[in-house]
């Protein structure tokens, strides 16, 4: 089958190749590839890929060979997927706990933008408790996670102030439900209840500055990819006995088949809408990496395999 491997060049960082078709374990299903979405996280691996590395975690597609242990969706059986890799492929071999089914009325491609960030959202507010009435700040807002976390979060009845340095974004996050937008950290009127850090670098402090007396930030990324430094004695000036959590979207008490098909539903029901900021065949796979990349998609990118 034609799949896309890493080839470590930062000009046209995939390239088709023939691969074997992958074999099912007992417990997977064999997904014929319809769509595919990209997430930044992969495009930094994309930089230095570790040997036989195989991207590709968010897919859409038709179930040609059900799980040889009777679990999972049967056969010609649209869904979503989550594999740890292998996705930007004509097949990928896929946990059935990592499957769920999508409907005729959500399309391949917003199925395919719903897993990495959908789940990094969904699992993020549960992480945060109920946010009904409190005030809660967003770091990082441009991309997936940003956009599901808003109306996820909205929907919710939580006050959210979001920070993205794209005016055009803003503006889209504000009609998804932002009570508030702001373009740097440091204009963010606290206190928050509630942080969502996902930046990292000098951007952690500032948002720990706003939070609430005995507030919880939760630390979800570092997009910077800058480390940051904190001062004991910072938390005397407003956050005193805060929490600050790491936060890991895959360490959850929920299965990625149950939360996938939550987010389904949702997208079904018009309740959560996911945004195709390109759609391409998978050809213009490259091209559309280096774009995602530089910054010159908002929204998923989704390719399709034709």
């Known amino acids: 089958m034609k799949a896309l491997i890493p080839t ?51 897919i859409a597609g038709l179930v040609v060979q059900p799980a040889a242990d009777g679990s999972g969706p049967a056969g010609i059986t649209r869904v979503v997927g989550h594999p740890m890799a292998g996705g930007w492929a004509e097949y990928v071999a896929v946990p059935t706990d990592a499957l769920a089914v999508l409907p005729d009325a959500v399309c391949a ?31 990082g807002a441009s991309g997936g996670v940003g956009h599901y976390v808003t109306e996820l979060a909205a929907a919710a009845g939580a006050e959210l102030t979001v920070v993205t340095r794209n005016a055009e974004r803003g503006t ?9 937008v702001v373009h740097d950290v440091a204009d963010a009127r606290g206190p928050y209840d509630i942080v969502l850090e996902s930046t990292g670098g000098p951007a952690l402090p500032l948002a720990l500055a706003r939070l609430a007396k005995r507030g919880t ?85 989704v390719l399709t395999l034709s």
């Open 8 to 58: 470590g060049d930062p000009a046209e960082p995939v390239a088709f190749a023939d691969v074997p078709e992958p074999t099912p374990r007992p417990d997977e299903a064999l997904v014929k590839v319809e769509a595919f979405s990209v997430n930044r996280g992969e495009t930094f691996k994309l930089e230095r890929p570790a040997p036989g590395e195989r991207p590709g975690k968010d």
């Open 109 to 139: 491609l917003a199925g395919a933008a719903l897993p990495l960030a959908g789940l990094t959202a969904l699992r993020l507010l549960r992480a945060a408790g109920p946010v009904l009435g409190r005030r809660v700040l967003l770091t």
């Open 172 to 180: 889209r996050l504000a009609e998804l439900g932002a009570a508030d």
């Open 217 to 301: 930030l939760i630390w979800f990324g570092q997009a910077g990819r800058t480390p940051s430094t904190l001062d004991f004695f910072d938390f005397f000036t407003g956050p005193e006995s805060a929490v600050i959590r790491h936060f890991h979207y895959l360490d959850a008490d929920t299965g990625l088949d149950k939360d996938l098909a939550a987010l389904v539903r949702l997208t079904a029901e018009g309740r959560l809408h996911p945004e195709i900021g390109r759609a391409a065949d998978w050809a213009d796979t490259a091209t559309t990496l280096t774009d995602l990349r530089d910054r010159r998609i908002r929204g998923k990118a």
